[in-house]
């Protein structure tokens, strides 16, 4: 039998040496994973479209003893994703994990939800990961490489008040499968987070407009609370660092138990 050493567990989870790219970096849950990578010793670049929390992200993670950049850029746009891959392995000399983490939501029944609003968070949350993850695939593919995709307990569930963030959570799973038996050959690891109920700008605003959102999410949840951002940074360093060289193709719930509660 093989025996683990205290030291040998360390290093498992040793990131020196690694660049990650974040999208949706500069807050939230995006925010905390970049946190965590960083503890682990990445550099990271830092994605997203407001330049002040954009500055006030890279600062943060500077102030913390990492290396980190910015980089304002519109996931939706092919033409800026594909600069964006090109600039950071520029400036980094690599590229080795890719979080596609930048997201949003229109809460709305279906039958008041227009095309435009359909296709905002469906390029929001699924296209801009089948945008990043494309061109990053020829960097990642160099060393082999991690790719980490945010899907939701609308992975699972459906949402009345979110169809389209829905459709767009249920396709995440599909492409990272997709994705996952790709690229395993290249050694590149694919896998999907599906976080529950997480206090952020996103779902600050879901609890003003959904009646009696946060009782019932409290209520349904065995933890018996929301989560933080910062309960998503330990999955997202083990599934970014040498421990999960053979996990691919999973979507892992980080949900306090909201997703096996009967
Ligand atoms: P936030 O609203 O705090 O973060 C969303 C991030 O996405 C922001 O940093 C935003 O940057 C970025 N973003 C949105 N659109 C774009 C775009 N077109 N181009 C570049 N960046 C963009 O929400 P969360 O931290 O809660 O969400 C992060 C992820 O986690 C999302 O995918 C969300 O669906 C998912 N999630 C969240 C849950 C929760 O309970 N909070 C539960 C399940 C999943 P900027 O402001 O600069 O545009």
Redesign the pocket.
Known sequence: MRVVHLKETHSMFDLQGKVALI?????????AMARGLASAGARIAV????PD??QAAVASLCQQGAEARPYA????DEAAVAALMMQVVDDFGQLDIVLN?????IRKPVQELSLSEWHTVL???LT?AFLCSRAAYPHLKKRGGKLIN?????SIFGASFAPA?SAS?GGIVQLTRALATSWASDQIQVNAI??????????QK?RVEVAGLQERIIARTPAGR??T?GDLAGIAVFLSSPASDFVTGTAIPVDGGYSVQA
Do not use: Q
Not at 150 to 154: A, F, L
Not at 194 to 203: A, H, K, M, V
């Open positions: 999208t949706g970096g500069n807050g939230g849950i995006g925010l994605v997203g479209r407001n929390k954009l850029v519109d996931v939706c983490n930048a997201g949003t939501n390029d929001t949350n801009s945010i899907g939701s307990m609308t963030y959570k599906l976080p529950g109920w997480i206090d952020t700008e996103l779902t879901a929301w989560g951002p």
